[in-house]
């Protein structure tokens, strides 16, 4: 279990329902887990508060970091992250096969994950002036309203329409209808509580760049939203009204295999430049 206030990976007896060991993470902030199928090795990944990132390989046994890879790009932390196992093919006696040394060393000193990798991301700022619902409760005192809470964006599949742009083949765009469910809470005045609910509709065009490789992998649009009010909810007649800001992500992805290396507590660049120092010297 990531514990992000602590900085550090906590790992839980269920049956006790304690913890049992904690692991420290090279970087503050954990973003992603992943256990390998054999469940031996679990991958973290973590960036600190300047924005770069880190892998850490972890042994489930000894709960010991075994290596750390440094991601050269602030900011650069995958949407995901998968683990591939690759499997050797039984070798056939009678075939002569010309092996690469340089493919048996990255074999033996790294590990290919499945990560989910952006290829590009839309982002557009919608205003909605004037949100409005009717109220369910019937009194016509005094309303405190408590919280009102959005969730994230929905698409309406049926509305989803890509299309590629003329003059530029690599950009496509995404035309969609979304709504953005939210809840009300509040009370009367004789203290009884209520929940209503609604939903803020809208339409998006997202231009995407969407490389010609990426089309014969598949690409998957994923779309996050985060809304918040502008203004102060009024009640009129029953009506609540407000304003809401809403940005709206659209994000088109791909899966990709990528390569780690097993370097301990050592950034990949610096390490390549450590040995061409030393060839310079011989």
């Known amino acids: 279990m990531a514990n992000d206030g602590l900085h550090r990976i906590e790992v839980i007896d269920i049956l006790k329902r304690k913890c049992i060991a904690n692991i420290t993470t090279t970087m503050q902030k954990v973003k992603r887990l992943r256990l390998s199928p054999d469940k031996k090795i679990l991958l973290v990944i973590g960036q600190n508060i300047e924005g770069k990132g880190a ?91 408590e919280e009102i809470r959005f969730k994230k964006c929905e698409i309406i599949n049926e509305t989803r329409n890509r299309e590629i742009i003329d003059n530029r083949k690599e950009y496509s765009m995404l035309k969609y209808n979304f709504y953005i469910p939210y809840y009300i809470w509040y009370k009367d005045e004789h203290g009884r509580k209520y929940v209503d609910e609604g939903k803020i509709e809208g339409i998006q065009n997202a231009t995407l760049y969407i490389p010609a490789y990426a089309e014969q992998q598949g690409v998957e649009f994923v779309v996050n939203s985060f809304t918040k009010l502008t203004s102060n909810p009024e009640i009129i007649d029953n009506d609540l009204k407000f304003s809401v800001s809403v940005l709206i992500s659209t994000r088109a992805i791909v899966d990709e295999l990528v390569f780690i290396p097993f370097f301990k507590n050592c950034d990949v660049q610096a390490c390549e430049n450590r040995e061409l120092s030393k060839d310079s010297v011989l």
Do not use: H, M, W
């Not at 892998?55 to 992250?81: A, C, H, M, Q």
């Not at 074999?107 to 409005?132: D, R």
């Open 55 to 145: 892998i850490n390989r972890i042994d489930v046994s000894g709960n010991v970091i075994l290596d750390t890879f440094d991601l050269e790009k602030k900011n650069g932390i995958p949407y995901d992250i998968g683990v591939a196992i690759q499997r050797r093919l039984p070798k056939k006696e009678e075939a002569l096969s010309v092996i690469d040394s340089e493919d048996n060393l990255k074999k033996e000193n790294g590990t290919t994950i499945l990560a989910k990798k952006v290829l590009s991301t839309y982002q557009e700022k919608i205003i909605f002036q004037e949100v409005s619902i009717k109220l369910t409760s019937e009194e016509q005192g005094i309303i405190n309203i």
